[in-house]
């Protein structure tokens, strides 16, 4: 699936936002005259994504979820928001294929009434027939973070799989697994609460690989609640790879995805096809920085040195 980003500002400044750098110094949003050259491009993909900054607020995001609403070549429209301005669009919201991936924060981050219009802004769309449509996702970026209210809301409307990140620190320096380990209480406690509530917690970007694990926190981690064979994987760090996602910019220039944005950015005039913009990436990035051990342990690997475990995201390894 490949991504449009619409515009880099944000309606909101989350503490743990690594695109921060990104919403900061983004100008022009994306140019609605470029809409059907970018369209046919993505659209072999049969998939699209709409991103930000808060996607919500480009002034005609309402234009193209209507275009795309009716552009059969796309089987599914992906949504990626705060959820804070749901009820303006709601009208625009109302089809089929589109999934809407609704990043809650809790109240200490973006503030009580906030919160609470995220969550009458969810009942608004179960209410119009869109629940099997909305996902649940959250980041979890502090130790010690708190769950509760992610959890309340999950089991008020029923969600039973819910989407989850590790973020990815603004400062990489001290190295993705000394991360990992830092942030793994957290990470368990957070498992251990989708446990007690029977919801599968699905991992989004930044895969923790395996080794990161005790046996016994890998043996716990095999009996959370999945819906299939792969998200298991992931949650168990089996398979740690991805592949370049493709975002493109308000400027027609491509990034392999978000968290590579400030790498190699170049149009998507130079490309037939976004297959030949995605092969590109994986050649100038994925295959040159896969080679780099995110620890020595790496090296003797047989995951790492058959390309089953990138270690961590890859933008850790420039």
Same mark, same amino acid.
């Given at each position: 699936?490949?991504?449009?980003?619409?515009?880099?500002?944000?309606?909101?400044?989350?503490?743990?936002?690594?695109?921060?750098?990104?919403?900061?110094?983004?100008?022009?949003?994306?140019?609605?005259?470029?809409?059907?050259?970018?369209?046919?491009?993505?659209?072999?993909?049969?998939?699209?994504?709409?991103?930000?900054?808060?996607?919500?607020?480009?002034?005609?995001?309402?234009?193209?979820?209507?275009?795309?609403?009716?552009?059969?070549?796309?089987?599914?429209?992906?949504?990626?928001?705060?959820?804070?301005?749901?009820?303006?669009?709601?009208?625009?919201?109302?089809?089929?294929?589109?999934?809407?991936?609704?990043?809650?924060?809790?109240?200490?981050?973006?503030?009580?009434?906030?919160?609470?219009?995220?969550?009458?802004?969810?009942?608004?769309?179960?209410?119009?027939?869109?629940?099997?449509?909305?996902?649940?996702?959250?980041?979890? %970026?502090?130790?010690?973070?708190?769950?509760?209210?992610?959890?309340?809301?999950?089991?008020? %409307?029923?969600?039973?799989?819910?989407?989850?990140?590790?973020?990815?620190?603004?400062?990489?320096?001290?190295?993705?697994?000394?991360?990992?380990?830092?942030?793994?209480?957290?990470?368990?406690?957070?498992?251990?609460?989708?446990?007690?509530?029977?919801?599968?917690?699905?991992?989004?970007?930044?895969?923790?690989?395996?080794?990161?694990?005790?046996?016994?926190?890998?043996?716990?981690?095999?009996?959370?609640?999945?819906?299939?064979?792969?998200?298991?994987?992931?949650?168990?760090?089996?398979?740690?790879?991805?592949?370049?996602?493709?975002?493109? %910019?308000?400027?027609?220039?491509?990034?392999?995805?978000?968290?590579?944005?400030?790498?190699?950015?170049?149009?998507?005039?130079?490309?037939?096809?976004?297959?030949?913009?995605?092969? %590109?990436?994986?050649?100038?990035?994925?295959?040159?920085?896969?080679?780099?051990?995110?620890?020595?342990?790496?090296?003797?690997?047989?995951?790492?040195?058959?390309?089953?475990?990138?270690?961590?995201?890859?933008?850790?390894?420039?």
């Amino acid at each position: 699936m490949a991504n449009i980003v619409l515009l880099g500002r944000c309606n909101l400044k989350c503490p743990y936002c690594f695109a921060e750098d990104f919403t900061s110094s983004q100008g022009a949003d994306f140019d609605m005259s470029a809409l059907p050259r970018v369209l046919d491009f993505i659209a072999p993909d049969g998939e699209i994504g709409l991103i930000g900054g808060e996607p919500l607020i480009y002034k005609s995001i309402d234009t193209v979820l209507d275009i795309l609403r009716d552009d059969m070549r796309f089987r599914r429209v992906t949504l990626f928001t705060n959820g804070v301005f749901i009820d303006k669009h709601i009208d625009s919201l109302l089809f089929p294929k589109l999934s809407i991936l609704i990043n809650l924060n809790s109240s200490e981050d973006i503030g009580k009434a906030t919160f609470d219009k995220i969550d009458s802004n969810i009942e608004m769309l179960c209410q119009r027939g869109m629940a099997q449509n909305v996902t649940l996702g959250i980041n979890i %970026y502090k130790e010690n973070q708190s769950f509760d209210e992610f959890v309340s809301i999950a089991n008020k %409307y029923g969600f039973k799989r819910v989407r989850f990140s590790v973020s990815i620190p603004q400062d990489k320096s001290c190295g993705a697994i000394p991360y990992f380990e830092k942030m793994k209480p957290t990470l368990m406690s957070f498992y251990r609460k989708m446990k007690e509530n029977g919801i599968a917690p699905c991992p989004d970007c930044n895969i923790i690989p395996e080794c990161v694990y005790t046996d016994e926190e890998l043996a716990f981690i095999d009996t959370l609640p999945c819906f299939s064979q792969r998200e298991e994987a992931l949650l168990l760090g089996k398979s740690s790879v991805c592949s370049p996602i493709i975002d493109i %910019y308000p400027d027609l220039c491509a990034a392999r995805c978000f968290g590579c944005y400030d790498d190699i950015r170049i149009s998507i005039a130079d490309f037939k096809t976004i297959s030949d913009l995605r092969n %590109y990436f994986f050649m100038w990035i994925d295959s040159v920085r896969v080679h780099n051990p995110v620890k020595d342990a790496c090296r003797d690997c047989y995951k790492f040195n058959t390309f089953a475990c990138y270690g961590a995201c890859i933008c850790y390894k420039k």
